[in-house]
């Protein structure tokens, strides 16, 4: 082998070794739309986001058999975290937006009319990173001050 042939065969060694170096994710395997992941209907699913680790955005997504009300509530662990939240209906309309309130604890989009059919919730970090907790909330469930599951603090 050559010098110049060796030196390339180094570089791109080099190049190899260091381009692994670093922090190591997991895949973001509910970043799309496409890939969202089953929320179970009057129950909760919990997640993560996190902005600098490569998981900035989740989807997911339920789905409605009959016309009803529901109420979509999120509980953060971090309430700081920077982040958006959105309802989409089954053909990627926008239905509603939350903003973020820096230190509220809990998301909700409240008084929803759903018709039969599959409906989207897209969770994305802007800055920071937290545990959630998502539910979708349906008929009964959305009455009182008793719905929803209690946080294990």
């Not at 692994?20 to 179970?40: F, K, L, N, Q, V």
């Not at 490569?54 to 953060?76: C, G």
């Not at 802007?126 to 349906?138: A, I």
Request: charge should be negative; include cysteine.
């Amino acid at each position: 082998m050559s010098c110049k042939c060796l030196f390339f065969f180094t570089l791109y060694s080099l190049s190899l070794a260091l381009s692994s170096c670093g922090p190591s994710y997991p895949p973001d395997t509910d970043a799309t739309r496409s890939y969202a992941m089953e929320i179970p209907l009057n129950s909760t699913a919990d997640d993560r986001v996190a902005f600098y680790e490569k998981d900035k955005s989740d989807w997911k997504r339920f789905t409605i058999s009959e016309k009803t009300t529901a109420l979509i509530n999120i509980h953060w662990d971090d309430p700081e975290i920077t982040r958006q939240v959105n309802l989409y209906d089954q053909f990627g309309g926008k239905m509603r937006e939350l903003n973020h309130q820096k230190g509220v604890e809990k998301d909700s989009i409240k008084d929803i009319s759903f018709n039969a059919g599959t409906y989207f919730v897209e969770i994305t970090a802007q800055k920071g990173s937290s545990v959630y907790t998502v539910e979708v909330l349906t008929g009964d469930m959305t009455q009182g001050t008793g719905y929803g599951i209690p946080r294990p603090e």
